[in-house]
């Protein structure tokens, strides 16, 4: 039994320990950790300062612009502007005598010729003074009647010496007044005859009646006097007009006979053809504009008075004036500017703007044809400032227009 104990702690003995590589074990695995974590933390810190190098650098390069030349009016352009389409001929209508309304021969959108009949009045006072102008008429008739009788005897006695001159006078000057008041007489019965006339309300011309302010039994009175309200409006829509105020700037390009387009924004992409019929030939002080009137033919009445239309244009070139554009102008506090590349150097112009063709500015003054201007031009431009040119188009690697003999050094010689 003592051998056998002898022998295991003989055994025991004989195993390694392993406390001591576990104490050895964990000093090693935490610096592994502190390496990594510094690591870690160093890369974006070396990621960081090479963005930076990189900006200073691209800082430090000529940025490249997009240029495109300044060029000659050579193509014409289309001037749209707004409008209202109105009747060719639109008329209020009102009575020519006082009275009721006794019957109604048209409605609201009836259709018309000229002629018809569109209502009719019913008088009584105005019929009764005129069998009284009648009645008249027939007195005054039988008086100078009467007249020319007695004067007739009176000549026969002062043929005789039985009267006086003076007397004969007398009788001739009666039968003269005679006369003249049957003329009073029969153009005061003949007046009322017309008035008379005027109960039947006729249509002036062919159309539609587009309003209708009186019923049956309505009384209506005589003209267009202050307060009195039209019977109905009739209008033509057959053949419409348009007018439009056309900008002083291309007054001068408009003129009667021109062809316009017309459209509707409710019909679609669909063109009325019409024609420039009459020009106010004057500039309204107010708006700087010019009336102008445009007559549009409508067979099939697809255009109604009252809508809003676009009236186009194609307006000429002039051949005097530039164009640069639109996304070349710089707008500051100095006014308007472009920028202009000579050499590479940034030269900001200030300019005198004409038009605006939306796509393209016409330029009055302040640059030559051919200058080589920057589209799209960037906060950062600032006169003097050094870049490289690149026509618009072109690949950015491109050799700057200003370098080849392109149109910027054209027109610098």
């Known amino acids: 039994m003592t051998e056998a104990l002898e022998t295991s702690r003989s055994r025991a003995s004989s195993r ?21 974590l510094f690591v870690a933390g160093l890369v974006p810190r070396m990621r960081q300062a090479k963005d930076r190098e990189r900006e200073v650098d691209a800082s430090a390069e000529v940025p490249t612009v997009f240029t495109e030349p300044v060029r000659r009016d050579s193509s014409g352009t289309t001037l749209d502007l707004p409008g209202t389409i109105g009747g060719l001929r639109e008329a209020p209508i009102y009575a020519r005598t006082t009275g009721f309304v006794k019957s109604l021969r048209v409605d609201l959108g009836s259709s018309v010729r000229a002629g018809d009949t569109l209502l009719v009045l019913d008088m009584p006072d105005i019929t009764e ?8 008429l027939e007195q005054v008739e039988a008086t100078a009647q009467l007249a020319h009788a007695t004067l007739e005897r009176w000549k026969n006695l002062s043929a005789k010496d039985a009267v006086t001159r003076q007397e004969l006078e007398e009788k001739q000057a009666a039968a003269n007044v005679a006369d003249a008041s049957v003329k009073a007489a029969r153009a005061n019965a003949a007046n009322l005859s017309e008035v008379l006339r005027f109960g039947a309300v006729l249509a002036p011309f062919n159309g539609v009646v587009t309003t209708r302010d009186v019923d049956v039994g309505s009384l209506v009175s005589a003209g267009a006097v202050s307060g009195n309200r039209a019977l109905m409006t009739l209008t033509q829509i057959d053949a419409l007009r348009v007018m439009i105020n056309v900008p002083q700037s291309a007054a001068a390009q408009v003129h009667k006979g021109q062809v316009a387009k017309v459209s509707v924004q409710e019909l679609g992409a669909e063109t009325f053809p019409g ?26 009445r697809r255009l109604l008075p009252g809508m ?5 244009f194609s307006v000429g070139a002039s051949g005097e004036g530039l164009r640069i554009p639109s996304i070349a102008l710089i707008v500051r506090a100095d ?53 490289r040119a690149v026509a618009r188009g072109a690949r950015a690697d491109a050799p700057s227009p200003s370098t080849t003999g392109g149109a910027g050094g054209e027109a610098k010689r």
């Open 16 to 36: 390694p320990s392993t406390r001591p590589r576990r104490g050895r074990v964990v000093p090693i695995v935490i610096v592994l950790v502190l390496i990594a």
């Open 308 to 312: 809003f239309t676009h009236v186009s």
């Open 129 to 136: 003074q005129a069998r009284q102008s009648r009645a008249t």
């Open 275 to 300: 024609v420039v019929a009459l020009t106010a030939r004057a500039i309204d002080p107010a708006t700087r504009t010019l009336l102008t009137e445009v007559h549009v033919t409508n067979p099939d």
């Open 335 to 387: 006014g308007p500017q472009v920028a202009r590349v000579d050499d590479g150097i940034v030269h900001l112009t200030p300019i005198k703007l004409g038009r605006d063709f939306g796509t393209m500015l016409e330029v009055l003054g302040g640059i030559q044809l051919g200058a080589q201007v920057i589209v799209n031009p960037s906060e950062q431009l600032s006169d003097g400032m050094t870049v």
